[in-house]
T-cell receptor
Framework: EAQVTQNPRYLITVTGKKLTVTCSQN?????MSWYRQDPGLGLRQIYY???????DKGDVPEGYKVSRKEKRNFPLILESPSPNQTSLYFC??????????????FGSGTQLSVL | EDQVTQSPEALRLQEGESSSLNCSYTVSGLRGLFWYRQDPGKGPEFLFT???AGEEKEKERLKATLTKKESFLHITAPKPEDSATYLC???????????FGTGTRLKVLA
């Protein structure tokens, strides 16, 4: 089954404790991206990657890191989480073809609470 | 500044009462405009892609249209199962970033 898998589904942590949210896709997609969703602000793109070893900042990259060492994985790293990073996070992937407009496939989300 | 604005923020319809959702956008370059449906506690699911003015796409009771400044999602004779949040997004040309609107929460009453 084609899917984007995020882990964990729920995470409660404390300020300053480094954490990683994993994201994996089994569709051989080139494009992967991370979003946070907050009430009244909608989905905002954090980082995206168009292929292995290629990453770019979205609209809200501050406080986050990503890496793309393998095509299928795109982890989101919070090295020193703060309470304002409490949010619902989504990973998404799509094929990438300059001549096509490919749809995003989303994971089920990670609800993060930073105390 | 690239921006996507959706209206209304929330909409309540009686079953069978047709309506339209609006997505207006200002971007430096449009690669594509997308509509997604999001159910509570789940990730968004793809509905439509549009990329040139005048284009229309249909799926069951939904029809999406695109002009140079906005897109509409028309819902014909909605059913309670159409209740969800509908998200509009644009992908910018050149940078390939995605910008989402804040969504329209649709509630269809039986």
């Amino acid at each position: 089954e084609a899917q984007v898998t995020q882990n964990p589904r729920y995470l409660i942590t404390v300020t300053g404790k480094k954490l990683t949210v994993t994201c994996s896709q089994n569709m051989n997609h080139e494009y992967m991206s991370w979003y946070r969703q907050d009430p009244g602000l909608g989905l905002r793109q954090i980082y995206y990657s168009m292929n292995v070893e290629v990453t770019d900042k979205g609209d809200v990259p501050e406080g986050y890191k990503v890496s793309r060492k393998e095509k299928r994985n795109f982890p989101l790293i919070l090295e020193s989480p703060s309470p304002n990073q409490t949010s619902l996070y989504f990973c998404a992937s799509s094929a990438f073809d300059p001549g096509q407009k490919e749809k995003l496939f989303f994971g089920s989300g990670t609800q993060l609470s930073v105390l | 500044e690239d921006q996507v604005t959706q209206s209304p923020e929330a909409l309540r319809l009686q079953e069978g009462e047709s309506s339209s959702l609006n997505c207006s956008y200002t971007v430096s370059g449009l690669r594509g405009l997308f509509w997604y449906r999001q159910d509570p506690g789940k990730g968004p699911e793809f509905l439509f892609t549009l990329y040139s003015a005048g284009e229309e796409k249909e799926k069951e009771r939904l029809k999406a249209t695109l002009t140079k400044k906005e897109s509409f999602l028309h819902i014909t004779a909605p059913k309670p199962e159409d209740s969800a949040t509908y998200l509009c997004a644009v992908q910018t040309s050149g940078t390939y970033k995605y910008i989402f609107g804040t969504g329209t929460r649709l509630k269809v009453l039986a």
